[in-house]
Every structure is written in structure tokens, then in C-alpha cells.
């Protein structure tokens, strides 16, 4: 069976410095994958998407960046962190095979200071 | 563009009585609709889906949803709610030839014993 792992679980990282974002997926190949950012706790922002390696997409410009380095591999990235960047990021594959549903890690909650 | 909205930032019930949570959705072309399900600082799970055929689908945990074409409208239901269905519900869009979901804003279910 196919599972979706990301790392870390929580984050508190200053403003101005560095991130990475880690989500990885077992059990399956070449799946698409997916950046969003949940703020509040309500809705979800999709960041970026990716169909295969080096591969990325992105839906809104912003202070982020992603990459796929690795088949089931998807990383998110920022030079410099802001205050907005804080929010819950999750990580999602969606079977190439199958492109209706999307299946979601765990989550990072990443808390700017 | 596709888009997708949930009326209600909350819906109570009380527990063994029928539950609905409203979702209505705008695309172009022949939509492919999800419900998913939220609970405190986790990932998000799929719940069912409307590709074709029957409108009404069941899902997980004894969920349906109703696809009405004609109201643009998907709301999922549940004939006896549980207390442990307490939790945050999104509803989501996929149009024909995207890969990616456009997510509602979500609703609240709280379900009282």
C-alpha cells in the first residue's frame, strides 16, 4: 500500500531564515505531487505541483519554492522566511493512473517568529 | 475557472440525527467532485467521490454525497451522525483536463451527544 511521509512534524523557525520542507511517498511510481499551505485552519492554497522529476509547477507566486529532486520526492523551500509564511503545509500524491483523488501526508506546522 | 464553495462555516447536530454539509461547484466541462475530512493537526482524508455514473455515492464511515447537475451541487450526508464525526469537512473540484483539486473554504461539523 501506498503512504506519504513528511518531515517535520512542527517548525518554529525566525523571520529571515532558511526552510525545507521534506515529503516523500512509498509504494508507488511516478505519482503527481502536491504543495499546500492551510492557514487557520480552514482553507486550502495550492502551491505548487509537480508530474514528474524536476518537474514543478507553480500556482501562486510567493516566497516559496519547491523541487523534486527524486521520483517520490517533493521538497519546499524558502531563502528567507516571512511572518505570513507560517500556516500548515501539506504534502499530497495523486496516482497518474488514477488523477481523480489525492491522497495527504501528515502535515508540517511551521510557526514563523 | 473552477471553483467550489461550502455555505456554511459550521453545521451541529445532534448525534443520531441525520447530518447534511452543503457544497454547490462551477467548472467548465464535466466535474470530478471529492469530499474529504479534517481532523485537529492532521492530513486530510478522502472520504468518496463523483466521477460518472449514479449520483448518489457512498463513501467511508457510512457517508454519501448527492451529485445534482442541474443545482451544480454535491452535498454529502450521513443518515445518523456520531459524536466521533466531529471534525472539519472539504468539499473539492477537479475539472476535466486539470491535475489539480480547487478545496472549498470547509465547514465545521460538530456533533452533539
Known amino acids: 500500500s501506498q503512504t506519504i511521509h513528511q518531515w517535520p512534524a512542527t517548525l518554529v523557525q525566525p523571520v529571515g531564515s532558511p526552510l525545507s520542507l521534506e515529503c516523500t511517498v512509498e509504494g508507488t511510481s511516478n505519482p503527481n505531487l502536491y504543495w499546500y499551505r492551510q492557514a487557520a485552519g480552514r482553507g486550502l492554497q495550492l502551491l505548487f505541483y509537480s508530474v514528474g522529476i524536476g518537474q514543478i509547477s507553480s500556482e501562486v507566486p510567493q516566497n516559496l519554492s519547491a523541487s523534486r529532486p527524486q521520483d517520490r520526492q517533493f521538497i519546499l523551500s524558502s531563502k528567507k522566511l516571512l511572518l505570513s509564511d507560517s500556516g500548515f503545509y501539506l504534502c499530497?500524491?495523486?496516482?497518474?493512473?488514477?488523477?481523480?483523488?489525492?491522497?495527504f501526508g501528515p502535515g508540517t506546522r511551521l510557526t514563523v517568529t | 475557472a473552477q471553483s467550489v464553495a461550502q455555505p456554511e462555516d459550521q453545521v451541529n447536530v445532534a448525534e443520531g440525527n441525520p447530518l447534511t454539509v452543503k457544497c454547490t461547484y462551477s467548472?467548465?466541462?464535466?466535474?470530478?467532485l471529492f469530499w474529504y475530512v479534517q481532523y485537529p493537526n492532521r492530513g486530510l482524508q478522502f472520504l468518496l467521490k463523483y466521477i460518472t455514473g449514479d449520483n448518489l455515492v457512498k463513501g467511508s464511515y457510512g457517508f454519501e454525497a448527492e451529485f445534482n447537475k442541474s443545482q451544480t451541487s454535491f452535498h454529502l450526508k450521513k443518515p445518523s451522525a456520531l459524536v466521533s464525526d466531529s471534525a472539519l469537512y472539504f468539499c473539492?473540484?477537479?475539472?476535466?483536463?486539470?491535475?489539480?483539486?480547487?478545496f472549498g473554504s470547509g465547514t465545521r461539523l460538530q456533533v452533539q451527544p
Open positions: 467548472v467548465s466541462g464535466n466535474p470530478y
Open positions: 473539492a473540484v477537479r475539472e476535466e483536463g486539470r491535475r489539480a483539486l480547487t
Open positions: 499530497a500524491w495523486g496516482a497518474v493512473s488514477l488523477p481523480y483523488e489525492q491522497y
